[in-house]
Structures are given as structure tokens and as C-alpha cells.
């Protein structure tokens, strides 16, 4: 056997041990369900893979299971926003420290002076990057960010879930409200319904926990693409990024989730949770029964399971 078919057998079997050691958390949470669409997702579903560029994407579990990326998405529009800005123009919207408050929280953008969202991981921040994306037209900048998520995942038939996009934007009042005040404070200008429309659509970009993984690979080598390595953006966004993810991805649990598992990662409500372990592996997980704070689980456990086993903490 060679080095790289032991190495594939040591992830199955790990794998394996892994998620028949975490699944029974799903018991313990709750399938988010302010966006109707999702309280459909199966709580007992549990998917993981990693991805380390030399073999194939392995994995465990439902790993041909859909899901949206919802918050997971907003690494990814941060990128493409500062491809398409740069920093100046980011970072004049939008803040580059955590907040500790949840991640749809309102209160900050009224206390804060300028009113400008703390980070791009809140919705507020996620709102105030989408309306940055370059494009004549919601579709004009949705497909933008579909041929950018494409490229990440080496996945090109990668599209968005519109049943599940209508549903959060039949339901978005409370990002409505972060929307419209963003713009009053000059933090976003133009048509708020269709900064909604572009945001929702973002969100309910569909992956397996295989494109997630290919992603989370990309990022922990500097933004190369998965497969045939080339660059996608400059080593400094992909820095950039994975510093907002070690700082705020897992929402206001990131605190804790630096010191139990150390690898840069971003949940979504979805039950999703991507991870990039600099120069050694991507990771994408699928388990949608959530914590309080709306963070996956088994999720967590799983990557705090990875990160013991392989030393993949980068503290
Ligand atoms: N689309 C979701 C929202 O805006 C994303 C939130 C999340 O995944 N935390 O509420």
C-alpha cells in the first residue's frame, strides 16, 4: 500500500470513529426554523470530509446532502468584495472587530458612533459587503458570486436553492430593519429589497460537505483552486479572511471555539461549518441541529475531534 492509500485508510477509519462517537449530540439542539424552509433539514444528518489536495475529497456520513451555506457565505462575498475594492473601501463599511452579541443582533449599529456593523460576520457587516459586490443587477452580481463559489469548490455545477431563498426573504424583517438602517446612516445606498433578494440568494447557495471541504482547502493554501492549484485571489485576502473567521466565524461562541479547537472556521444556520487549516486540510461538515447560538453541535465536536487527533489547532 502506499503512502498516500494508508493515509486514505487512517481518515476513513478515523472518520468513521468520529462521527459514531459525536452523532448522538444531534439530540441535544434544535434545527433552525425562523426561516421556515429550514426547519425541514433532517436532524439526525451528519456529514463530514476533508480535503488535503493529494487525494480525493474523503468523507463520512450523508456527504451527498445538500444544504445551503447561509452564514458561511459571508467569507466567501468578503473575499470577492475585497477582490473587487480592496481593503480601503471594505473596511470604510464595515469593522474588523467581534462583537460577542448575536449574529443577527441589531443593538451595536445604534450604540456604535459611526453606526458602521462591527464585522463582516454579522449580518449587518454581511449586508453592508453584499451591497458592495460588483455588478449592473442582482443577477449580474449573484452570478458573480456563483462563478467565485464555483471556483473555490472546483464544483461547476454548483447553484442556489430558490425555495429556500424566498423562504428566508418571505421572513428577513429583522435584516430588513439592519438594511434600512444601514442605509440611513450611510453605510449602504441604493434599493434595500434588492440587496435582500442578492443576500437571501447568497445565502442559500447549496453545497455538500465535499464542495465545503474543496472550499476550506482553497482558503488554507492562500486561495488556489482546489484541483488545478492556480491562484483565485491574493494570499493577503485569503489571510485577511481566515482572520475573521478565527475572530468571529463561529458567531459570539468564537472565543471558546479558538481555544478547544484553534482552526479558522465559519458556521452557517444551516448546519454547516467549513474549516481551513493552513497548508494542511480543508474540512466541510453537515449537521443542522444547532446550539443556542446557532452553531452546529456535532459540528463543533467534530472539529474539536479533528483538531486533537491531528494537531490542527494554529495557536
Ligand atoms: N441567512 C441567514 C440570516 O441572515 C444566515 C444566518 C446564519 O447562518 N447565521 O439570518
Known amino acids: 500500500m502506499s503512502e498516500d492509500q494508508q493515509l486514505l ?3 476513513e477509519e478515523d472518520l468513521r ?3 459514531s462517537e459525536t452523532k448522538e449530540l444531534t439530540k441535544f439542539g434544535q434545527v433552525a426554523d425562523y426561516i421556515p424552509a429550514l426547519a425541514e433539514a433532517d436532524p439526525d444528518d451528519v ?3 476533508i480535503y488535503d489536495g493529494r487525494n480525493t475529497c474523503f468523507s463520512e456520513g450523508n456527504d451527498e446532502q445538500l444544504f445551503t451555506l447561509q452564514s458561511i457565505s459571508k467569507v466567501l462575498t468578503l473575499a470577492l468584495a475585497l477582490i473587487d475594492h ?7 463599511k464595515v469593522g474588523m472587530e ?4 448575536p449574529f443577527n443582533s441589531i443593538s451595536k449599529l445604534e450604540t456604535q458612533v459611526p ?3 462591527l464585522n463582516p460576520m454579522i449580518n449587518a457587516g454581511a449586508l453592508a459587503v453584499t451591497a458592495l459586490i460588483k455588478g449592473g443587477s442582482v443577477d449580474e452580481k449573484l452570478t458573480r458570486i456563483l462563478e467565485f463559489v464555483r471556483l473555490l469548490s472546483g ?3 454548483l447553484t442556489y436553492n430558490d425555495k429556500v431563498a424566498r423562504s428566508e ?7 430588513r430593519s439592519l438594511a434600512y438602517f444601514l442605509r440611513q446612516h450611510g453605510i449602504i445606498e441604493g434599493d434595500v429589497e434588492k440587496l435582500l433578494e442578492l443576500y437571501t440568494k447568497q445565502c442559500a447557495i447549496e453545497v455538500t460537505c465535499r464542495d465545503l471541504a474543496k472550499i476550506g482547502y482553497s482558503l488554507a493554501y492562500d486561495g488556489i483552486h482546489p484541483d488545478t492549484k492556480e491562484p483565485i485571489m491574493e494570499r493577503d485576502i485569503a489571510r485577511l479572511v481566515k482572520t475573521f473567521m478565527v475572530t468571529c466565524g463561529m458567531y459570539n461562541a468564537s472565543g471558546e471555539f479558538a481555544i478547544r479547537v484553534g482552526i479558522p472556521a465559519k458556521s452557517g444556520v444551516s448546519g454547516g461549518i467549513i474549516g481551513a487549516v493552513p497548508y494542511r486540510l480543508g474540512i466541510g461538515i453537515y449537521s443542522p441541529s444547532l446550539d443556542d447560538k446557532g452553531n452546529s453541535l456535532v459540528g463543533m465536536k467534530l472539529l474539536e475531534k479533528l483538531s486533537k487527533k491531528y494537531q490542527l489547532s494554529i495557536f
Do not use: H, I, R
Not at 467581534?98 to 452579541?101: A, E, I, V
Not at 426573504?169 to 435584516?175: H, I, K, R, T, V
Open 115 to 117: 453606526s458602521k456593523p
Open 17 to 19: 470513529k468520529m462521527v
Open 98 to 101: 467581534p462583537t460577542g452579541d
Open 86 to 92: 480592496g481593503e480601503e473601501t471594505v473596511f470604510a
Open 47 to 49: 456529514a463530514v470530509a
Open 169 to 175: 426573504w418571505e421572513s428577513a424583517d429583522l435584516n
Open 155 to 157: 464544483n461547476s455545477a
Open 9 to 11: 485508510c487512517k481518515y
